[in-house]
């Protein structure tokens, strides 16, 4: 069974406006951390936003936001104010347990396009 | 956070040859993650290379086409033996940034085997 689930494969937002990509996971583990990254053209993998199973406040960084829905199993980004750069893949990933230096697992991705 | 120098960024080789990955990190670190994302795919991890031990393989990958090294806490090699076009892939490295802040990854190993 997957782990992480991301049902978007892709999506077209019009520029300026916000976007919602979803995330579900699955674990049996009270503590883990998500975390979601996005991946241009270029490849290089850049990462956006952590959320971790105790925190009990929404993570924000910038114009991430990450809706943490802990009895979903859901951890969806939200991008405000869409802008052309934001053009690229997003992968959203868990780690298991409570060991910080433990391995990500990713899910299959959902790639975004910004429209002018 | 760590900067990961991730060698050869790019290679074209023939099947049934051998090709050699090499990531540095600027600082100390225990765990490394080696991934692979095959063409329009996602990062499936291949292994975690823990420095002082054996490589830990995820399902799907054995030692014996995809060795590791480990020699130190800044340093690990990933060798993709026996290649196939089935490996054209992109081969990441990744380790972990501590804390709250994520995996810092390599910029990539783009392999074309023909």
Known sequence: AQKITQTQPGMFVQEKEAVTLDCTYDTSDQSYG???????????MIFLIYQGSYDEQNATEGRYSLNFQKARKSANLVISASQLGD?????????????????????????????? | SAVISQKPSRDICQRGTSLTIQCQVDSQ????????????????LIATANQGSEATYESGFVIDKFPISRPNLTFSTLTVSNMSPEDSSI????????????????????????
């Open chain 1, 34 to 44: 998500l975390f979601w990254y996005k991946q241009p053209s270029s490849g290089e």
């Open chain 1, 87 to 116: 053009s690229a893949m997003y992968f959203c990933a868990m780690r298991e347990g409570g060991n910080r230096d433990d391995k990500i697992i990713f899910g299959k991705g959902t790639r975004l396009h910004i429209l002018p």
């Open chain 2, 29 to 44: 670190v225990t765990m490394m993650f080696w991934y692979r994302q095959q063409p329009g795919q996602s990062l499936t």
């Open chain 2, 91 to 114: 081969y990441l490295c990744s380790v972990p940034l501590g804390g709250n802040y994520g995996y810092t990854f390599g910029s990539g190993t783009r392999l074309t085997v023909v």
